[in-house]
């Protein structure tokens, strides 16, 4: 199995829609990232969490929330989706004990905004 | 603001040659540079991992190098294959949350 899932893998929504992006990871990892990735201009850092408890905001959060669930689990929201929300978000890891020096990716989900 | 900038964005090159990427970064107060290799409905993996006190790091046919003086960095893809057909991007931690700044990548398509 997979270290770090994402679901969907594909979603296709329209504007004004709220949407959900999911990730979990069995690494055991404390720190968890969601980036976007758009044609040219490589990733862009949304969010990133250190823990339950700490959520802060990355490049680019405007538009988007996240929830840390539990250790595994940080949830990326589009309350309200617009068409240049449209993109490839990877969610990523990385761990205390190689000095969070990596990060860990999982396989993307594709959101497409009509 | 940290800028990680990847030359060329596409390159094509027959079975065999060996393959040289770029990437340069615009301060050089970095704590580590890491190449990532993504291939299409995959995510990324890691293929190399350069700390700030390191020249080189090698893995078998790659080797990337690491002037921090300079900022730049060049991945080294020897006698390439088909298979090394991918997107390859570096990514640059320039601070102690461990926070990632990218380059847009380079696709690299390797001709049998």
């Known amino acids: 199995d997979a270290d770090v899932t994402q679901t969907p893998r594909n979603r296709i929504t329209k504007t004004g829609k709220r949407i959900m992006l999911e990730c979990s990871q069995t690494k055991g990892h404390d720190r968890m990232y969601w980036y976007r990735q758009d044609p040219g201009l490589g990733l862009r850092l949304i969010y990133y969490?250190?823990?339950?408890?700490?959520?802060n905001k990355g490049e680019i959060s405007d538009g988007y929330s996240v929830s840390r669930q539990a250790q595994a689990k940080f949830s990326l929201s589009l309350e309200s989706a617009i068409p240049n929300q449209t993109a490839l978000y990877f969610c990523?890891?990385?761990?205390?004990?190689?000095?969070?020096?990596?990060?860990?990716f999982g396989p993307g989900t594709r959101l497409t905004v009509l | 603001k940290q800028e990680v900038t990847q030359i060329p964005a596409a390159l094509s090159v027959p079975e065999g040659e060996n393959l040289v990427l770029n990437c340069s970064f615009t301060d050089s107060a970095i704590y580590n540079l890491q190449w990532f290799r993504q291939d299409p409905g995959k995510g990324l993996t890691s293929l190399l991992l350069i700390q700030s006190s390191q020249r080189e790091q090698t893995s078998g046919r790659l080797n990337a190098s690491l002037d921090k003086s300079s900022g730049r960095s060049t991945l080294y893809i020897a006698a390439s294959q088909p298979g090394d057909s991918a997107t390859y991007l570096c990514a640059v931690r320039d601070d102690s949350w461990g926070k990632l700044q990218f380059g847009a990548g380079t696709q690299v398509v390797v001709t049998p």
């Open positions: 990523a890891t990385s761990d205390p004990s190689l000095g969070y020096n990596e990060q860990f």
């Open positions: 969490s250190f823990d339950v408890k700490d959520i």
